[in-house]
């Protein structure tokens, strides 16, 4: 049985007059977990970035492809982030047991985290087949094919990421990492680096007219008997995760889609500077991790009254969104780096050095700023309705992250005179 991590040990108490005898004072801001870990995401992102680059021209014979997989790598990330984060509050209330069990905690979390991942991949096909008609995206792809790419591919990486999310609770609890600091970027990360190369691997399923709809036909009726078994068989906790989780997870969908959508309305002019897609994948993942870990952190205090629900940012809140923008930046600006130089290894044109990190931290600063707002009155929101912060906070932040740095992004190309 793994060990718990109590609450003692991710707290400082002492006694002050303003908070009263023995209450809990402020977390200490491990900032150096959480740059290794955004630091790790960084690199992988750079790897994602090169392989959608590299993908460029698959990804444009199939119409809407590019508009559906950022949203469907980001939905991963998204639904066990989210179970991430409610662990993470069971390891800071020392509640938590790493037990597989249907009747634990940890079990419940495993279940919702891939029924939501089998049902919303599903829902994700519909939505984008939806958002290129309504946008004219000239020859997408059929429903069928929307269907097998995004369910497909949604089901089998969730199996590796809901590994990564496990074996960072259980890391947090055995080895006294503080989770609100590594889930978010590593469960990101580890979304990017399965989620599209199994998309690449199952499109040739969705080439063929005549696998594609019988193979349409198995996925969404999987779809459909998966939300009906866990609505109507599991406990009243796996229902509540499942109730509150699905409806977050349908806007950030969208939000996804709209990103999308900007994407592809720049499809020329990135296939005329490949290495701005080496670049969007890091930027994209760095900006909503900086949003989930302030959410998480946010969420844990809520849950342990270290921070009241107030609609002005106490002092403690205060001090954590200035913490995130002083991980942010510097590394807003590596990612560019990097996706520069890997950009350069692979022989893809680019703006070169200075217009990419130029690009990252002007469209960053705003992005951040954007994260911060979401993260805290996200969380505050969801906490005064009775919700969990923890299942609303990071779906809402990284997919208000995935719109918004997308258009910062773009806005920034376009100041700095690159668009």
Not at 57 to 74: C, S, T
Not at 129 to 147: C, D, G, Q, Y
Request: neutral net charge; hydrophobic residues 55%; glycine residues 12%.
């Amino acid at each position: 049985m793994a060990r718990t991590f109590p609450l003692l040990e991710s707290l400082r108490l002492r006694r002050t007059p303003e908070r009263g005898r023995g209450a809990p004072e402020e977390r200490h801001w491990t900032g150096a977990q959480s740059l290794v870990a955004l630091g790790l995401l960084a690199l992988v992102s750079v790897v994602v970035g090169i392989l959608l680059g590299a993908s460029a021209d698959r990804l444009e014979k199939l119409g809407g492809l590019l508009l559906m997989v950022p949203a469907a790598i980001a939905l991963q990330g998204k639904i066990f982030g989210a179970l991430g984060s409610r662990l993470g509050t069971a390891i800071h209330a020392g509640t938590f047991r790493l037990s597989l069990r249907p009747a634990t905690v940890v079990g419940q979390n495993i279940l919702a985290g891939l029924a939501l991942s089998v049902v919303t991949s599903a829902v994700l096909a519909m939505l984008a087949k939806a958002t290129a008609e309504l946008f004219n995206i000239a020859e997408s792809m059929s429903l069928a094919a929307f269907v097998v790419i995004s369910t497909l591919g949604g089901v089998v990486s969730s199996l590796f990421v809901v590994v990564v999310a496990l074996g960072m609770a259980a890391g947090s609890a055995r080895f006294g990492w503080d989770p609100d600091n590594v889930t978010a970027p590593l469960v990101t990360a580890a979304a990017d680096v399965i989620t599209l190369p199994v998309l690449l691997l199952v499109v040739p399923l969705a080439e063929s007219a005549a696998v594609t709809g019988a193979v349409a036909i198995v996925c969404g009726a999987a779809a459909a008997v998966t939300a009906a078994g866990a609505w109507r068989l599991g406990p009243p906790s796996l229902r509540s995760i499942l109730r509150e989780s699905f409806g977050v997870l349908v806007v950030a969908i969208l939000f996804d889609l709209v990103a999308g959508v900007i994407v592809e309305q720049q499809e020329a002019f990135l296939g005329r500077l490949p290495s701005l897609l080496v670049l969007l994948p890091g930027y994209l993942a760095v900006g909503g991790a900086l949003g989930g870990i302030l959410s998480s952190r946010l969420a844990s205090e809520l849950h342990l009254g270290l921070i009241e629900p107030a609609a002005l940012p106490g002092r403690d809140a205060r001090r954590e969104v200035r913490n995130t923008f002083l991980m942010g930046l510097p590394v807003l600006a590596g990612t560019a780096a990097l996706a520069h130089g890997a950009a350069r290894i692979a022989g893809l044109a680019g703006p070169g050095a200075g217009g990419m990190i130029g690009s990252a931290l002007l469209g960053g600063v705003a992005a951040v700023a954007v994260a911060s707002f979401v993260a805290y009155y996200g969380t505050i929101l969801a906490e005064r309705v009775g919700l969990d912060p923890d299942t609303y906070g990071i779906p809402l932040v990284t997919s208000a992250m995935d719109l918004v740095g997308a258009l910062t992004l773009v806005a920034a190309l376009a100041v700095l005179g690159i668009l």
